[in-house]
């Protein structure tokens, strides 16, 4: 049974940082995809950025967010990073971390395993 939990976010002025983290536990795939999606109010869920590993590893970036976050998987640590900077008013959502197996699953945002998620305000 995949857990996975997110920390880091917070209250940041527009232009600030933020780091968030997703630990993970119970992965027993062999090879799987990871993700950042957010969901503001009122909006529907979007993908932020994706990663996999298919040799090395791939990364994507929803258009709204490239050149300004970036994904990381350190899976010896089990741990999902997304470092975010240049931080916009936009960018105020719930970030949520989400696994599988599957990478076209994940992209479609069919994920068998969620995080509950992570507050991200900026002002």
């Known amino acids: 049974h995949v857990q996975l939990v997110e920390s880091g976010g917070g209250s940041v002025q527009a232009g600030g940082s933020l780091t968030l983290s997703c630990a993970s536990s119970?992965?027993?795939?062999?090879?799987?995809?990871m993700a950042w999606f957010r969901q503001a109010p009122g909006k529907e869920r979007e993908a932020v950025a994706r990663?996999?590993?298919?040799?090395?590893?791939?990364?994507y970036y929803d258009d709204s967010v490239k050149g300004r976050f970036a994904v990381s998987l350190y899976k010896a640590e089990n741990t999902l990073l997304l470092q975010m900077t240049g931080l916009k008013r936009d960018d105020t959502a719930t970030y949520y971390c989400?696994?599988?197996?599957?990478?076209?699953?994940?992209?479609?945002?069919?994920?068998?395993?969620w995080g509950q998620g992570t507050q991200v305000t900026v002002s």
């Open positions: 119970g992965i027993t795939y062999s090879s799987y995809c």
């Open positions: 989400a696994l599988d197996p599957s990478c076209e699953r994940l992209a479609l945002g069919a994920a068998t395993s």
């Open positions: 990663i996999w590993n298919r040799g090395s590893y791939w990364t």
